[in-house]
């Protein structure tokens, strides 16, 4: 089972550096604009990915654009869970998941996963390390839960990856609330590619 992280002794408190005071500009962060944070948040596109987790005997799939490679040695990718998702508790009983980056002929499956069933609608899964991964996938990797951390109304789940795989398909690109596909612009050959990892 995943353990919460120890929460070490707290600090003594800093003094904040001397300077300029607050602006008006600045002192309502508190009450920030929820609307205006989804869209400024929504400005940010990503793909679009599934987790999956076996739970009640059946697969068990959740939409979600918060997911990111965490490190390489060990190779650990982290995704963030509302807490009243029923995911949230699903990941807590299995101490597994599955994480599936959509195609962009899969769009269906985004809504699917996010609370709006598809009637008729069959998604066919394959199980690795006991984690139901979507078949047709740009990518797919199953996880054991190596560690969690709180996130104000989310959980940061960090993942242990145990199987990935990917394919060479388009992938689904979110941004600002709507869906669409990567246009290969410039030739793949022209472009140096960065040292991520």
Known sequence: ????I???AASDPVEPPRG???TSDTAGLDRIDLALFRKVMGSFPTGV???TTQAGGAPRGMTANAFMSGSLDPPLCVV???KRAHMHGYLLQTGRFGVNVLAHDQEVYAGHFAGRPVAGL???FKTMHCVPLLVGSVASMASEVAARHDCGDHTIFVGHILFMECAE???LVYHRGGFGALMQII???EVPVPEFW
């Open 1 to 4: 089972m995943p353990n919460d």
């Open 20 to 22: 300029p005071s607050v």
């Open 49 to 51: 990915t599934v987790i």
């Open 80 to 82: 963030c869970v509302a």
């Open 6 to 8: 120890e929460r070490g």
């Open 122 to 124: 069959a998604p066919a």
């Open 169 to 171: 398909r388009v992938p």
């Open 187 to 189: 030739d793949r050959e």
